[in-house]
């Protein structure tokens, strides 16, 4: 186990499920990433978050999927685009980043627990 921490710091975690309303290439972010527009219900509203996704997939099939993301991280300037979130995923055999997301249909803006 590396760095083990508390249940009360994992409950400063905000994440939160989102699906995803709008996509497109990052054409000015230094590696491959993908824009995206991700809609967290009314609570939080839509959220923008840049991600290095592109090994799996492509703007056109991210509309409409359900992720996972971080909510409560500051915003981050990533060149000319503000990302508001962290979406999560792990890396796959070849290194390529796969998104987290529930299994089932859940409301935007579903806390993880």
Do not use: C
Request: hydrophobic share 40%; proline share 9%.
């Amino acid at each position: 186990m590396t760095n083990p921490i508390s249940f009360d710091d994992f409950l400063k975690v905000d994440i939160r499920a989102g699906r995803i309303s709008r996509a497109e290439p990052f054409a000015q972010a230094r590696k491959p990433a993908i824009k995206l527009w991700i809609d967290f219900g009314p609570e939080l509203g839509e959220k923008k978050s840049s991600a290095q996704i592109t090994g799996l997939y492509t703007p056109e099939t991210l509309i409409g999927r359900q992720v996972m993301a971080v909510v409560n991280f500051p915003p981050r300037q990533i060149g000319p685009f503000m990302s508001e979130v962290l979406v999560l995923g792990v890396s796959d055999a070849q290194g390529h980043i796969s998104l987290l997301a529930p299994d089932h249909d859940v409301p935007e803006g579903a806390r993880m627990h």
